[in-house]
Nanobody
Framework: QVQLVESGGGLVQAGGSLRLSCAAS????????VGWFRQAPRKEREFVAAVSWSGDSTYYADSVKGRFTISRDIAKNTVALQMNSLKAEDTAVYYC????????????????WGQGTQVTVSS
């Protein structure tokens, strides 16, 4: 069993930065791909970024490419999402997810989810 806990959300002005962290427990976490998803009010959950189990491969939604960076610290069992140049449309609850999958953009491919952390960007 894997448990995920997100942190680092908050309120920031447009153009600012936040760093989200996903801390995991469970021995199998190091073998799982990890993704970040977000869900805004009245919208479906959407893919943001993902990293392979090894940390060698990363994936980004077009909307965040060049602004967000996902990274993985295998020794510490954490995955971070550095978010720069934030926009009002980035406002959402951000979720960390983990799964034994290579189809990283689809929520149903992930087996484990965190409780989410709110990110609010004021314009």
């Amino acid at each position: 069993q894997v448990q995920l806990v997100e942190s680092g959300g908050g309120l920031v002005q447009a153009g600012g930065s936040l760093r989200l962290s996903c801390a995991a427990s469970g021995r199998t976490f190091s073998r799982l791909a990890v993704g970040w998803f977000r869900q805004a009010p009245r919208k479906e959950r959407e893919f943001v970024a993902a990293v392979s189990w090894s940390g060698d491969s990363t994936y980004y939604a077009d909307s965040v490419k060049g602004r967000f960076t996902i990274s993985r610290d295998i020794a510490k069992n954490t995955v971070a999402l550095q978010m720069n140049s934030l926009k009002a449309e980035d406002t959402a609850v951000y979720y960390c997810a983990a799964g034994l999958t290579s189809v990283v953009v689809t929520p149903r491919e992930y087996d484990y989810w965190g409780q989410g952390t709110q990110v609010t960007v004021s314009s």
